[in-house]
Protein backbone atom coordinates (compact mmCIF):
# COMPACT_ATOMS: atom_id res chain seq x y z
CA UNK A 1 0.00 0.00 0.00
CA UNK A 2 1.20 3.37 -1.00
CA UNK A 3 0.12 7.09 -0.43
CA UNK A 4 1.19 10.16 -1.09
CA UNK A 5 0.13 13.95 -0.19
CA UNK A 6 1.05 17.70 -0.79
CA UNK A 7 1.70 19.89 2.03
CA UNK A 8 1.16 23.43 1.75
CA UNK A 9 3.58 25.94 3.53
CA UNK A 10 2.31 27.83 5.87
CA UNK A 11 -1.53 26.56 5.64
CA UNK A 12 -1.63 26.24 9.75
CA UNK A 13 -5.88 25.03 8.74
CA UNK A 14 -4.31 21.95 7.26
CA UNK A 15 -1.69 21.34 10.01
CA UNK A 16 -2.12 17.23 10.80
CA UNK A 17 -4.19 16.22 7.71
CA UNK A 18 -2.06 14.34 6.08
CA UNK A 19 -0.30 12.37 9.27
CA UNK A 20 -4.48 11.79 10.34
CA UNK A 21 -4.68 9.88 6.75
CA UNK A 22 -1.74 7.63 7.69
CA UNK A 23 -3.10 6.77 11.18
CA UNK A 24 -6.44 5.60 9.71
CA UNK A 25 -4.65 3.58 7.27
CA UNK A 26 -2.54 2.18 9.95
CA UNK A 27 -5.55 1.77 12.28
CA UNK A 28 -7.44 -0.27 9.58
CA UNK A 29 -4.36 -2.43 9.41
CA UNK A 30 -5.04 -2.65 12.95
CA UNK A 31 -1.14 -2.33 13.71
CA UNK A 32 0.02 -2.09 17.20
CA UNK A 33 -1.26 1.49 18.58
CA UNK A 34 2.29 2.65 19.76
CA UNK A 35 3.20 1.68 16.07
CA UNK A 36 0.29 4.09 15.17
CA UNK A 37 1.48 6.26 17.90
CA UNK A 38 4.85 6.13 16.66
CA UNK A 39 4.29 7.00 13.10
CA UNK A 40 1.26 9.11 13.72
CA UNK A 41 3.96 11.57 15.82
CA UNK A 42 7.02 10.99 13.23
CA UNK A 43 4.82 11.86 10.24
CA UNK A 44 2.95 14.69 12.18
CA UNK A 45 6.26 16.36 13.08
CA UNK A 46 7.75 16.57 9.82
CA UNK A 47 4.32 17.67 8.05
CA UNK A 48 4.35 20.84 10.84
CA UNK A 49 8.06 21.47 9.52
CA UNK A 50 7.16 21.40 5.78
CA UNK A 51 4.28 23.30 6.71
CA UNK A 52 6.73 25.89 8.66
CA UNK A 53 9.54 26.17 6.78
CA UNK A 54 9.22 25.33 2.85
CA UNK A 55 6.84 26.95 0.56
CA UNK A 56 5.45 23.49 -0.32
CA UNK A 57 6.18 19.48 -0.23
CA UNK A 58 5.28 16.17 -0.58
CA UNK A 59 4.80 13.26 2.31
CA UNK A 60 4.88 9.92 0.88
CA UNK A 61 4.35 6.28 2.43
CA UNK A 62 4.78 2.96 2.00
CA UNK A 63 3.14 0.31 3.77
CA UNK A 64 4.72 -3.20 3.21
CA UNK A 65 4.09 -6.37 5.60
CA UNK A 66 7.21 -5.51 7.70
CA UNK A 67 7.39 -2.21 7.42
CA UNK A 68 6.73 1.68 6.92
CA UNK A 69 8.45 3.66 5.04
CA UNK A 70 8.07 7.75 4.85
CA UNK A 71 9.66 9.86 2.73
CA UNK A 72 9.20 13.80 3.00
CA UNK A 73 10.42 16.26 0.28
CA UNK A 74 9.98 19.74 0.67
CA UNK A 75 10.85 22.90 -0.87
CA UNK A 76 12.52 24.70 1.82
CA UNK A 77 15.48 26.61 2.64
CA UNK A 78 17.00 23.59 3.57
CA UNK A 79 19.14 22.98 6.60
CA UNK A 80 22.72 25.06 6.88
CA UNK A 81 23.79 22.66 10.00
CA UNK A 82 22.05 19.09 10.37
CA UNK A 83 23.62 18.25 13.11
CA UNK A 84 22.79 21.64 15.12
CA UNK A 85 19.01 21.18 13.67
CA UNK A 86 19.19 17.67 15.46
CA UNK A 87 19.69 19.02 18.90
CA UNK A 88 16.60 19.30 21.22
CA UNK A 89 15.55 23.26 21.22
CA UNK A 90 16.98 24.35 18.47
CA UNK A 91 14.59 26.14 16.48
CA UNK A 92 14.67 28.68 13.05
CA UNK A 93 10.76 29.01 12.94
CA UNK A 94 10.37 32.42 13.02
CA UNK A 95 8.92 34.67 15.95
CA UNK A 96 5.26 34.56 14.47
CA UNK A 97 5.34 30.63 14.22
CA UNK A 98 6.58 30.57 17.77
CA UNK A 99 4.00 32.96 18.99
CA UNK A 100 1.25 30.12 17.78
CA UNK A 101 2.53 27.43 20.00
CA UNK A 102 4.97 25.54 17.30
CA UNK A 103 8.32 25.60 15.85
CA UNK A 104 9.84 24.72 19.72
CA UNK A 105 13.21 22.92 18.52
CA UNK A 106 11.44 19.53 18.81
CA UNK A 107 10.73 18.50 15.19
CA UNK A 108 13.69 16.66 13.96
CA UNK A 109 14.29 15.03 17.53
CA UNK A 110 11.02 13.53 17.64
CA UNK A 111 11.17 12.40 14.40
CA UNK A 112 14.82 10.22 15.07
CA UNK A 113 13.25 9.07 18.28
CA UNK A 114 9.83 7.36 17.00
CA UNK A 115 11.93 5.77 14.19
CA UNK A 116 14.05 2.65 13.92
CA UNK A 117 15.71 4.14 10.92
CA UNK A 118 16.24 8.14 10.13
CA UNK A 119 17.77 9.63 7.05
CA UNK A 120 17.75 13.56 6.37
CA UNK A 121 19.88 15.39 3.68
CA UNK A 122 19.19 19.09 3.00
CA UNK A 123 20.79 21.23 0.40
CA UNK A 124 20.77 25.10 1.65
CA UNK A 125 18.59 26.73 -0.79
CA UNK A 126 17.12 23.73 -2.46
CA UNK A 127 14.81 21.79 0.13
CA UNK A 128 15.40 18.74 2.77
CA UNK A 129 14.43 15.09 2.63
CA UNK A 130 13.43 12.78 5.22
CA UNK A 131 13.51 8.97 5.35
CA UNK A 132 11.59 7.06 8.26
CA UNK A 133 11.32 3.62 8.59
CA UNK A 134 8.78 1.85 11.06
CA UNK A 135 9.51 -1.37 11.59
CA UNK A 136 6.26 -3.44 11.71
CA UNK A 137 4.88 -6.25 13.91
CA UNK A 138 1.73 -6.94 14.54
CA UNK A 139 2.32 -8.49 17.48
CA UNK A 140 4.51 -6.03 19.38
CA UNK A 141 4.36 -2.44 19.67
CA UNK A 142 7.98 -1.84 21.72
CA UNK A 143 10.72 -0.16 19.32
CA UNK A 144 13.35 -2.18 18.55
Not at 55 to 63: H, K, T
Not at 93 to 120: H, T, Y
Request: proline share 3%; net charge negative.
Amino acid sequence: MENSCQIIGGDFSRASEVSMQLKRELIALELHEDIVSRACTAAFEAEMNVIIHAAAGWLRYYITPDKLRIVIEDMGPGIKDIELAMKEGYSTAPDWVRKMGWGAGMGLPNIKKNSDEFKIDSVAGEGTSLEIIINLDKNKGDKK
